[in-house]
């Protein structure tokens, strides 16, 4: 049988130095969390070697970014002559800002105790004017109403009390004074707040917001360092500082690099709320937990904070119960002979669809799905027709009855139509399960019954712009309708890999045979009594110049599905006989083993056509061996029967592959006219609960005088369960692996006495 082989695709790497650096700023943390390195010579070191870095990259980009000549430049383009010098500008002030951090906290372990905390406080001031001084424009958006900034607002102040709340609670006590103690956490939750705002907010993706949020996180760090204690030996407390402040120089100079490239602004992005609540939150319960677990009580200062929470989040909840999203997108004309202006009350179109879920999309806490709706049967087939009409008209009036009041139905086709909901996921799927149970009941029209196959493709609202959300649910979609209808399918970037690459293969494998592009392998059957080889196996590869190699179990589907198995199927044996046929030239009487699928078996003319290429080769009919595989035959088992005992009247020995051993597997193997039985790896393996089966089908075997085939064989283990168990031949890795024509002829070669 073919052996399938992982698929391996491509995986962008971070950049070398990037690896390196954190992975040594991780195992300083480490030995400095264990105490065996001081905690202020890890932020040194940590400092060091990611401003160096940073600041390297910084360095580059200013010096490659050069003035250009006058006469290079237009005299009307003046801001393509400010560009470069904006652009030098920048990276100079933000090296500079970066190399200043580094020197501050490299420096901490050289200055005396008593004057620590006035060095961290002089490189914080330093540091944050050269940031506020580089640090690029924001860039511009449309200006929000003063709802969509009241929202804003609410949001940002109950992130920010959350991580007040947090730096508060992690902060040492007794060094501190409460004053003090207070001011760093608001410090601290203030620019863990920018941090958090800039890499979930619309304009994420810029190098600005990259810039913005690495200096913010820096100079978190080196509020950290500016907070420590005066003693002689500070606390390691002090290793707080170097995630933000490594993380954050090196964000910075990822942030310049995009900013100051000379490329369109990518477009903007939904906000991402869910981060900006969440994160808040989980950082206060781990703060309040590590103080219960130090068995510190609650202090006033934290019982405050704590209840601060409570209106902003109420005020939130009622901001957004206030305006449904959805309202905003009801604006499409109704049809013609429709009244009122239900929101599911009419079929809308495509524009309505996309502004709302632009809607949903800009919402405060963003959510929902889109479910796009495939009908397939007699009445939408019929477009145009009375009955076509009356069906769809029926199933609308179905999806109406299942949908919520605030979901969306729209964009309405003869062949299917999509719903809005802001349901979150389980609610959504829910949904789109009842959809299906509705509209796949029977339909009566003009005195028929008629029935639709229904397919419900999915996607999350939030995943992109509308024409984004709105490909993803199609690609479901279409996921669903190949997969046989009637089920609901999910959106997730592994399908849509798996779709495209669907695609490339129906665009790609017509035509494979006429370019040259099939190639195949062949893998040794040994006896496994003496050692020696009986035949082999002939396994086909796709060898696409534009895929690479393709496996059948992969490609033989789709051909399927194109109908062009058959070409398929005559290429491999007329190669496989004639491969056969060189091999049998010598002494060695080897067998050829070729898999079929059932529908070639089916094909009214295999058995001749079969015939006639052992006679084009001169090849006898018992060096032939046509393997089917048991799991595809119960379907077509009469015909099967047929064409295996038309094979066997012509002296062509037949296999069935992949027998699984059941009760029922077992049942029909008095009806196939077989002469070898293949068994997987499972039923000869010692520590696997089916190898006691084994033993039921080597008796089965014997009583109806079928050589069991133990294959897959890939280790010295299962050779010798195989051989205990009675299998009479063996195949896989652990014995001899498939290899080119030329390899093969060579293995044979050292088995001069090679004849079954």
């Not at 200055?111 to 490189?123: D, I, L, M, N, Q």
């Not at 490909?471 to 046989?484: E, F, H, K, P």
């Amino acid at each position: 049988m073919p052996l399938a082989y992982p698929q391996h695709a491509s995986v962008p790497r971070p950049a070398r130095p990037d690896v390196l650096v954190l992975a040594g700023v991780t195992l300083l943390l480490l030995v400095g969390a264990l105490g065996r390195v001081p905690a202020l010579a890890v932020v040194a070191l940590a400092a060091a070697a990611s401003c160096a870095l940073a600041g390297t990259r910084l360095s580059r980009l200013a010096a490659a970014s050069p003035l250009p000549a006058p006469a290079q430049v237009p005299a009307r383009s003046r801001t393509a002559r400010r560009r470069p010098a904006a652009s030098r500008r920048v990276a100079v002030l933000l090296d500079a800002a970066v190399v200043t951090a580094g020197l501050t906290a490299a420096g901490l372990p050289l200055a005396g105790p008593g004057h620590r905390s006035a060095v961290a406080v002089s490189g914080l001031a330093a540091a944050a004017a050269l940031f506020v001084a580089g640090l690029p424009a924001v860039p511009r958006s449309s200006d929000p109403s003063a709802r969509a900034r009241l929202r804003g607002a609410v949001d940002a102040s109950a992130a920010g009390l959350g991580l007040v709340l947090a730096g508060w609670l992690l902060l040492p006590r007794d060094p501190l004074d409460p004053p003090v103690r207070l001011a760093v956490a608001v410090a601290v939750g203030g620019l863990a707040l920018a941090v958090l705002v800039e890499l979930t907010g619309p304009h994420r993706r810029t190098g600005a917001a990259r810039c913005r949020a690495g200096a913010a996180l820096t100079l978190s760090g080196l509020v950290l360092l500016a907070a420590l204690p005066a003693g002689a030996a500070p606390q390691r407390a002090a290793l707080l500082s170097v995630p933000p402040l490594v993380g954050g120089v090196l964000l910075t100079a990822a942030g310049a690099r995009r900013a100051t490239r000379p490329e369109p602004a990518p477009p903007e992005a939904p906000t991402r709320v869910w981060p900006r609540a969440v994160v808040p939150a989980v950082a206060a319960v781990a703060a309040v937990g590590w103080q219960l677990r130090d068995g510190g009580p609650p202090d006033l200062t934290a019982i405050l904070l704590a209840l601060a929470l409570a209106p902003p989040l109420v005020l939130r909840d009622l901001l957004r119960a206030d305006e449904p999203p959805l309202a905003r997108a009801d604006t499409a004309p109704e049809r013609s002979g429709s009244t009122g202006r239900s929101r599911t009350g009419a079929p809308l179109d495509r524009p309505a669809l996309l502004r709302a879920l632009a809607a949903l999309r800009d919402a405060p806490a963003p959510a929902g799905a889109l479910l796009v709706v495939d009908l397939h049967g007699p009445g939408p087939a019929s477009d145009g027709h009375q009955a076509g009409e009356a069906v769809l008209a029926e199933a609308l009036r179905r999806a109406r009855a299942v949908v919520g009041p605030r979901d969306l139905l729209a964009d309405v086709t003869a062949t299917g139509f999509t719903v809005v909901t802001e349901a979150g996921p389980v609610l959504a799927y829910a949904l789109g399960t009842r959809l299906l149970g509705a509209l796949t009941q029977p339909y009566e029209v003009a005195g028929a019954v008629l029935r639709l196959r229904v397919g419900v493709g999915l996607a999350e609202i939030g995943n992109g712009g509308p024409e984004d959300v709105l490909r993803q649910a199609d690609l479901a979609r279409r996921r669903a309708v190949q997969l046989g209808r009637d089920r609901v399918e999910w959106y997730d970037a592994y399908l849509e890999e798996q779709l495209v690459r669907r695609l490339d293969l129906e665009r790609e494998l017509p035509g494979a045979v006429a370019r040259g592009e099939l190639d195949l392998v062949y893998q040794p059957v040994l006896d496994l009594t003496d050692g020696q080889p009986v035949g082999a196996e002939a396994l086909l590869r796709w060898r696409s110049p534009v895929l690479g190699t393709v496996l059948p179990a992969e490609f033989l589907p789709v051909a399927e599905d194109l109908d062009i198995v058959g070409e398929l199927g005559c290429w491999v044996l007329d190669r496989a006989c004639r491969q056969l046929a060189a091999w049998s030239a010598g002494s060695r009487q080897l067998w050829m083993a070729v898999n079929v699928t059932v529908r070639e078996l089916a094909a009214p003319d295999f058995v001749p056509r079969t015939a006639a290429v052992l006679d084009a080769y001169g090849l006898a009919p018992e060096r032939l061996v046509v393997e089917v595989a048991e799991p595809r035959v119960g379907a077509e088992l009469p015909t099967v029967v047929a064409r295996l005992a038309g094979l066997r009247s012509l002296g062509v020995r037949t296999a069935l592959d992949d027998f699984r051993a059941e009760h029922a597997s077992l049942a029909q193997l008095r009806r196939l006219p077989i002469d070898l039985l293949k068994v997987g790896p499972q039923l000869v393996d010692p520590a696997d609960p089916q190898r006691p089966l084994i033993d039921v089908v080597v008796n089965v075997g014997d009583r109806l005088g079928l050589d069991i085939v133990a294959e897959e064989l890939e280790s010295a283990g299962l050779i010798d369960g195989a051989r205990r168990a009675g299998c009479r031949y063996g195949q896989g890795f652990a014995l001899a692996r498939p290899a080119t024509a030329e390899r093969v002829e060579a293995y044979f070669e050292e088995f001069p006495t090679a004849s079954r």
